[in-house]
């Protein structure tokens, strides 16, 4: 029983969050965030304290593992700083106002039911389940994007957002028709077994579709049209959640139906994801070096990411697996602080271009360092968690014999040193012709920030969470159905 | 018992209409007409449920999809002014491109899905179409059952209800500041509504 238990922990908190706003007025409203903050919080505890690892629940139709438990940990992780970064915006503790921002008890409310969905989504062992909570993930994610009522921009984002996530949703259900109609079942591992050995054409083409329904979550190249603009659009602190949320889900689906389902086929698509991963790096970090607005800036940079982790598919499931987990919370922390400084920085000037975060590193030296840390780690410059992460990928890649992809991964990771040190330049070097009011500080999202700099600096140093991710996907996948 | 022969010319008929629907849905200038397209569409394909014996099926089609869907629809295009939709011309290049990739993918699929022979309809006759059978799965919490995502599933409608209602709320509701201002105070009822009257149709972002 106790495995569930998390999960309708952070589903009583969006309930609580959502009846309790009706009874409070605008003064209270400011408690809806911390009561979401603990309720995350005590989640996270009974998860990391009194979940086992493994076990089954309603007649194993929800099921928990070892690479589930630390996707758990890292969507509660980001549903918690999100909602920490999302605080000063919707209690008017901004200086700069943002106009349109209000229902904080439905904000979040549906930002936990978001969560919920990803939880769900690990532990479904059907095709029915794995489907509605992927679309009990994302569902949230298009409203909150188009959150901001007197935005035309946030709206655009919402509705380009819902247009082509229900295209993906298209995608991902025809191709769970024909599994369907294939094997006659919805259970994923009757549906493995009963597609080993001869593969139809009709089993193909599904694993295309779900590729590529997969792939618009990932926003891998060419499904990757949706993520610029909703970055941008989206009110920032869904965008923070939004790069982290979608891309962790995204990554948390591919492995149940690419290991689950389709076990034994995915080395006939090395190629294939070998040059999904060459364009998608390519194409974000070409398009990166030319923006100015910093949140598309980190849409591109989110886009150039998702390539490094199709490296991890590459390989041997021993070795990718826990080296495309270790990126995702490597990936989660270095993203999510950069979005602190972004949130904050628009919280206290209301600007968002590059040009405009000159003399940070003068006005306030902590954020601008926070920034700078994780900054480098996106970029991967040694000792910071970046750079162990993409080495391990990178040599996964080059162990199954992709060398030219390789040194096109190296080429970007070049590249995108520059384009991250474009906003370093601007908060050190560049000089300050003016001078600019020192910008207030936020305990929320100073807090957050704090939490966040340290594992991105230390995980790449200390080996213990790296081992553990590691001995958890071996047991992950001595649980799958061909081993 | 329908005879084979006729029982074919009826799943073809049926589903050249869905498909000349499903076009003239896409491409009616007018959205009415659109939807009304849309409805004939929907409606034919519980015709074609009803011939794969899922009578059930057809029933919700009918009720979910027609009733309630497209009468939604409906109204909403009644309701509101955009009575044609705003014209938005792709580049040559994008229409040919678009029609060549849609093309490819309907051939690669329709190639793929002859040369599978699929096991439903060579080891089971048609399915038993039971209501209370499917009542009972819907909630049935053993190893065949799919309590789990019939759950999920009432979660989402309401996170669907939530999001419709907090967007598509056109006045703040009484009280609550249109932008939430912390103890200041925010717009109140009357000048949002005021900027809503403000807006003149045809302007903005399409």
Redesign the interface.
Same mark, same amino acid.
């Given at each position: 029983m106790s495995i569930i238990i998390p999960e309708i922990i952070v589903l009583a908190t969006a309930f609580a969050i959502l009846i309790a706003d009706l009874f409070m007025n605008e003064r209270t409203r400011v408690y809806l965030a911390p009561a979401a903050v603990a309720g995350l919080l005590l989640a996270l505890a009974v998860m990391v304290v009194h979940t086992p690892a493994s076990g089954a629940l309603i007649g194993g139709r929800f099921t928990m593992d070892a690479a589930g438990w630390w996707f758990k940990i890292l969507f509660m992780i980001s549903a918690l700083i999100a909602v920490l970064l999302s605080m000063d915006t919707l209690d008017g503790r901004a200086r700069v106002r943002v106009r349109g921002m209000g229902f904080r008890g439905e904000y979040y409310s549906i930002l936990l039911f978001s969560v919920v969905g990803m939880m769900f989504l690990v532990s479904a062992r059907d095709l029915a389940t794995l489907f509605v909570s992927l679309e009990l993930a994302t569902l949230p994610l298009f409203v909150l994007a188009a959150w901001r009522r007197d935005d035309p921009k946030s709206g655009e984002a919402g509705l380009k957002y819902v247009v082509l996530g229900a295209l993906a949703s298209a995608f991902i259900v025809y191709g769970f028709g024909i599994l369907y109609g294939l094997t006659q079942s919805t259970d994923l591992e009757t549906i493995a077994q009963r597609l080993a050995g001869e593969r139809a054409p009709a089993f193909w083409l599904a694993a295309a579709l779900v590729l590529a329904g997969a792939g618009f979550k990932l926003t891998i190249v060419p499904f990757h049209m949706w993520a610029a603009d909703v970055y941008q659009g989206a009110p920032t602190p869904v965008t923070a959640y939004l790069s982290v949320g979608s891309k962790a889900a995204g990554l948390a689906f591919a492995f149940q139906v690419f290991y689950r389902i389709f076990g034994d086929a995915l080395p006939h698509w090395d190629m294939l994801i070998a040059i999904f991963a060459a364009l998608t790096m390519t194409l974000g970090n070409l398009v990166a070096i030319v923006q100015h607005d910093i949140k598309r800036f980190m849409a591109f940079s989110a886009i150039s990411q998702a390539g490094y982790f199709l490296l991890g598919f590459l390989g041997a499931a021993e070795e990718g697996v826990p080296a495309m987990l270790f990126y995702l919370l490597v990936y989660i922390f270095s993203n999510l602080a950069v979005f602190a400084c972004i949130i904050w920085f628009e919280n206290e000037t209301g600007k968002g271009q590059i040009e405009d975060y000159r003399g940070l590193s003068l006005s306030n030296p902590l954020m601008a360092l926070g920034m700078t840390l994780a900054l480098f780690s996106l970029a991967g410059i040694p000792p910071l968690s970046g750079f162990v992460g993409k080495f391990f990928l990178f040599s996964i890649a080059s162990k199954a014999g992709f060398h030219g992809l390789v040194a096109v991964a190296a080429v970007n990771s070049t590249i995108s040193l520059y384009y991250y040190l474009r906003v370093v330049r601007q908060m050190y070097i560049e000089p300050v012709d003016e001078r600019v009011p020192a910008p207030g500080s936020s305990v929320s999202i100073g807090l957050s920030l704090a939490l966040l700099s340290v594992p991105v600096a230390i995980l790449g140093i200390l080996p213990t969470v790296y081992e553990g991710i590691h001995a958890a996907t071996i047991a992950w996948l001595a649980s799958m159905p061909q081993g | 018992m329908i005879s084979s022969a006729v029982y074919t010319v009826m799943f073809y008929g049926l589903s050249a209409a869905v498909i000349l629907l499903a076009v003239l849905a896409v491409n009616l200038r007018q959205l009415l007409r659109a939807a009304l397209a849309l409805m004939g569409m929907l409606s034919l394909s519980a015709g074609l449920y009803v011939l794969l014996h899922a009578e059930f099926l057809a029933g919700v089609q009918v009720l979910v999809y027609i009733g309630g869907i497209v009468v939604l629809i409906v109204f909403a295009i009644m309701l509101t002014r955009s009575s044609e939709l705003l014209e938005d011309h792709p580049r040559p290049l994008a229409q040919v491109l678009g029609a060549l990739l849609s093309m490819f993918f309907l051939f690669?699929?329709a190639?793929?899905?002859r040369?599978?022979?699929?096991?439903?309809q060579v080891?089971t006759g048609p399915p038993v179409d039971d209501v209370r059978q499917i009542g009972l799965l819907l909630l049935?919490?053993? !190893?065949? /059952?799919?309590?789990?995502?019939f759950e999920?599933?009432s979660?989402?409608l309401?996170?669907?209800i939530? &999001?419709g209602?907090?967007?598509a709320?056109k006045v703040?509701p009484p009280?609550?500041?249109?932008?939430?201002?912390?103890? !200041?105070r /925010?717009e109140t009822i009357t000048e949002s509504a005021r900027?809503q009257r403000d807006i003149v149709p045809g302007e &903005?972002?399409p």
């Open positions: - | 690669v699929a190639l793929a899905l040369d599978t022979r699929f096991p439903v080891q049935d919490r053993g !190893a065949t /059952g799919y309590l789990v995502p999920l599933l979660l989402l309401l996170v669907a939530i &999001g209602t907090v967007i709320r703040a009280k609550q500041p249109f932008t939430t201002g912390g103890d !200041a /925010g900027t &903005g972002a």
